[in-house]
T-cell receptor, first 117, second 114 residues
Framework: GAGVSQSPRYKVAKRGQDVALRCDPI?????LFWYQQALGQGPEFLTY????????KSGLPSDRFFAERPEGSVSTLKIQRTQQEDSAVYLC???????????????FGPGTRLTVL | AQSVAQPEDQVNVAEGNPLTVKCTYS??????LFWYVQYPNRGLQFLLK??????LVKGSYGFEAEFNKSQTSFHLKKPSALVSDSALYFC????????????FGAGTRLFVKA
């Protein structure tokens, strides 16, 4: 398909486990964003990639969160030693141009629902 | 700092009636404003955006939004609601200074009754 895909769609982890969430952006999109959406809330910015460069990681809640996009396409969000407060939907979005150049539309994936027990 | 407020948790409207979902914002400089819709178990879908120019922006599925600079508002509207419009709607803002962050409101659930 031509949209943003994310895997897995659902992930259940025991507290303390490490998890890895994958995002496949739309082909050719330069910008990639990760968001965290808690239940009943709007998405909150986590981090931004322009190609393979992580230009903004100010939204990552702790050093347990790590994101990478090594070849400028697929991205992985890793959470180490998961805690119950990490339970949320993690959304990935991509856009065609550089993130700072105007009102580029972001296209969102379906999200990964993470539940930490 | 950027912020977005959606003052209504839920909006109820009868099918065929006009609907309005409210949004106000605070941002440095000129804003870029967006509306997204979210259906259950699906990602956010883009509806429309304001860049500059006409204050009335037309988007997907018959939705439109009115930008009001003096009131710092960007309300979403539709002349005639459909039951299938029932979903969660998010307003979002990005400032025009080149930053990467997009700030989303908490969302408004629209319920259209047949």
């Amino acid at each position: 398909g031509a949209g943003v895909s994310q895997s897995p769609r659902y992930k259940v982890a025991k507290r303390g486990q490490d998890v890895a969430l994958r995002c496949d952006p739309i082909s050719g999109h330069v910008s990639l964003f990760w968001y965290q959406q808690a239940l009943g809330q709007g998405p909150e910015f986590l981090t931004y990639f322009q190609n393979e460069a992580q230009l903004d990681k100010s939204g990552l809640p702790s050093d347990r969160f790590f994101a990478e996009r090594p070849e400028g396409s697929v991205s992985t969000l890793k959470i180490q030693r998961t805690q119950q407060e990490d339970s949320a939907v993690y959304l990935c979005a991509s856009s065609l141009r550089r993130g700072g150049t105007g009102p580029d539309t972001q296209y969102f994936g379906p999200g990964t629902r993470l539940t930490v027990l | 700092a950027q912020s977005v407020a959606q003052p209504e948790d839920q909006v109820n409207v009868a099918e065929g009636n006009p609907l309005t979902v409210k949004c106000t914002y605070s941002v440095s400089g000129n804003p870029y404003l967006f509306w997204y819709v979210q259906y259950p178990n699906r990602g956010l879908q883009f509806l429309l955006k304001y860049i500059t120019g006409d204050n009335l922006v037309k988007g997907s599925y018959g939705f439109e939004a009115e930008f009001n600079k003096s009131q710092t508002s960007f309300h979403l509207k539709k002349p005639s609601a459909l039951v299938s419009d029932s979903a969660l709607y998010f307003c979002a803002v990005r400032d025009g200074t080149g930053g990467f962050k997009t700030i989303f409101g908490a969302g408004t659930r629209l319920f259209v009754k047949a």
